[in-house]
């Protein structure tokens, strides 16, 4: 079974501009959960998709940040315009059945300079 | 507001010796509990997850949880150097649809050989 696939690996930009994550969740799976780690920190839970309906997204900051998940496959994670804190590694991970865990994508490490 | 407590170490441990990590929670209604590992540069890995009250072994590791105590811990029996990462403690949301899951810190382990 292939995993949760993300890209791109690496991305650095320049405060105030815009980038956008994206990720392909394990084949069948309905849940979808991106999370942000910051260097030191654990990961924390940005939003969570069931199929293409948001069920939580109350820790993103949504001033600046969104995200889709078209069709309950693929998501898109945006930030728009990006502030130096945002640097972080954003893990994508998917479930279907939530209760025993799930797997984590290999992540995007941004650095916002 | 919901929290997740680890020692953040480093906890040194001799090669072959048992290795005892520690978390402990503030949200009483948490359901499910979760142990991950996460070299550096790496995302995390599930080792591990435990619902109920008592110990659960999986291997060279048991999973501990007392919820009266609101307390969870890891051990490692017979550490060996790839053991070596950083392990989060992750507390499982509790509540409709939500399911994301809320992390430590977590605590950096170090085995020498």
């Known amino acids: 079974e292939a995993g949760v696939a993300q890209s791109p690996r690496y991305k650095i930009i320049e405060k105030r501009q815009s980038v956008a994550f994206w990720c392909n969740p394990i084949?069948?799976?309905?849940?979808l959960y991106w999370y942000q780690q910051i260097l030191g920190q654990g990961p924390k839970l940005l939003i969570q998709?069931?199929?293409?309906?948001?069920?939580?997204d109350s820790q993103l900051p949504k001033d600046r940040f969104s995200a889709e998940r078209l069709k309950g496959v693929d998501s898109t994670l945006k930030i728009q315009p990006a502030k130096l804190e945002d640097s972080a590694v954003y893990l994508c991970?998917?479930?279907?059945?939530?209760?025993?865990?799930?797997?984590f994508g290999s992540g995007t490490r941004l650095t916002v300079v | 507001q919901k929290e997740v407590e680890q020692n953040s170490g480093p906890l040194s441990v001799p090669e072959g010796a048992i290795a005892s990590l520690n978390c402990t929670y503030s949200?009483?209604?948490?359901?499910?509990f979760f142990w991950y590992r996460q070299y550096s540069g790496k995302s995390p890995e599930l080792i591990m997850f435990?619902?109920?009250?008592g110990d659960k072994e999986d291997g060279r590791f048991t999973a501990q949880l007392n919820k009266a105590s609101q307390y969870v811990s890891l051990l490692i029996r017979d550490s060996q150097p790839s053991d070596s990462a950083t392990y989060l403690c992750?507390?499982?949301?509790?509540?409709?649809?939500?399911?994301?899951?809320?992390f430590g810190k977590g605590t950096h382990l170090i085995i020498q050989p």
């Open positions: 435990i619902y109920s009250n």
């Open positions: 949200d009483r209604g948490s359901q499910s």
């Open positions: 991970a998917s479930s279907s059945f939530a209760t025993t865990g799930y797997t």
């Open positions: 084949s069948g799976h309905a849940t």
């Open positions: 992750a507390v499982r949301r509790s509540g409709g649809g939500a399911d994301g899951l809320t």
């Open positions: 998709f069931q199929n293409n309906g948001v069920v939580d």
